[in-house]
């Protein structure tokens, strides 16, 4: 029994460790599964962040519905790791067939999947992303899986909360 303990208790340091150390694991459809570490970088679009959620409606959401594992961040959750879709300056415009993203100064959009009414367990959720311009601290993060718990969902988000993650290995 105390080396079953004396494990439980390692691998629990061994993640402190490795989230201090600014590395993850993902084994969730939103991405690729593997390992990420945060990287001292500012994000662009496309490149893959790493965030814990601080809006406490959608961490009560996503704790209550169990979207989100238990986790190292302030709330006891683990941190998401998404897509840059949008930053300041960018327009998303929600259409009937997409959230069409369009980044600033460009003619093009970029297509992203619809939120959907209910999630997996047919319980309803509420979108609150809205049409507009990305604000100047904002940040749009979504994934091509469109039953990703996303700013579909929880909308915007803080730019100085996420931090631009790379992949290390894939499994």
Known sequence: MRFFIGVISLFNVVLVVAWQAGIGINVTPSLPKGIYMSVNELPVHGDIVKFCLQDKEFIKIAH???YIGAGVCDSNLRPLLKLVAGMPGDTICIEE???YVTPKGKNIACVWALPRKEDSQGRAINSQLENGV?????V??????SGS???RYFGLININTV?????????
């Open 163 to 171: 931090s631009k993650a790379v992949n290390l290995l894939s499994f």
């Open 97 to 99: 067939n997409g959230i």
């Open 64 to 66: 209550d519905n169990e």
């Open 149 to 151: 718990f996303d700013s």
């Open 134 to 138: 990305i604000a100047e601290n904002k």
């Open 140 to 145: 749009l993060v979504l994934t091509t899986y």
